[in-house]
Structure formats: C-alpha cells, structure tokens
C-alpha cells in the first residue's frame, strides 16, 4: 500500500556530495518512519539514516558527521544529503518506509523502493 521512488544517486570523487531524494505514495499516513540503507558488493545490507515523523533521527556510526537525513511531511518525501563521501560509501542506496497496522499490536511492515546506485571514485 506503499510505492517508494528514489532520484539522485551517481559518480562523485571521493570528497564530493550526493543527494537523494526518496518519494512516497499510498497509505502515508500510517507511516512511522522514513529511512535509507545501503548494500555494497559481498555484504549485508545495513541501516544509514532513519527520520521518524517527529524528526527524530538515528544514524549509523559510518556516517555520523558527514551524512544528514531530513524529511518534507506535508510532500511525503526523505532526503539524504551525503558529504564528504569515500570510496566506502559505494553502494546501492534504498529507500525504507515502516509501515504501522492499526491493530492493536500496532505490527510494522517494511516497504522498499528498487534502489539507486551510488559510485565514489577514489
């Protein structure tokens, strides 16, 4: 009931900035939070920025200082505004939102946009 598009990931030397934008549609207001993960080649994929609708923002220990997640409520839209990227920062880029039932157990469930590639040349 969540479609999540995402716009913004390239090529960037090591040293640059990136921004990604992260739009989503359907049942919005049911939506908890907004967030981005990463996945390179060979590893996991792992959490980088989560923002709940409060403003409240998580972000991972890689990142902190250099990468900054904000969101637009009334738009329905998340940004990661990325500086000072590494060659460790390449990977593809997803776009996360939790989803919230209103049951009782309150149970979330997890939508994903398709990804967008993100390049940092050394």
């Known amino acids: 009931q969540v479609q999540l598009v995402e716009s913004g990931g390239g090529l960037v030397q090591a040293g640059g900035s990136l921004r990604l934008s992260c739009a989503a549609s359907?049942?919005?207001?049911?939506?908890?939070?907004l967030g981005w993960y990463r996945q390179a080649p060979g590893k996991q994929r792992e959490l980088v920025a989560t923002i709940s609708t409060g403003g409240t923002t998580n972000y991972a220990d890689s990142v902190k200082g250099r990468f900054t997640i904000s969101r637009d409520n009334a738009k329905n839209i998340v940004f990661l505004q990325m500086n000072s990227l590494k060659p460790d920062d390449t990977a593809v880029y997803y776009c996360?939102?939790?989803?919230?039932?209103?049951?009782?157990?309150?149970?979330?469930?997890?939508?994903w946009g398709q990804g967008t590639q993100v390049t940092v040349s050394s």
């Open positions: 996360n939102a939790k989803w919230v039932s209103r049951r009782y157990d309150r149970a979330t469930t997890d939508y």
């Open positions: 359907g049942s919005t207001s049911n939506i908890n939070a």
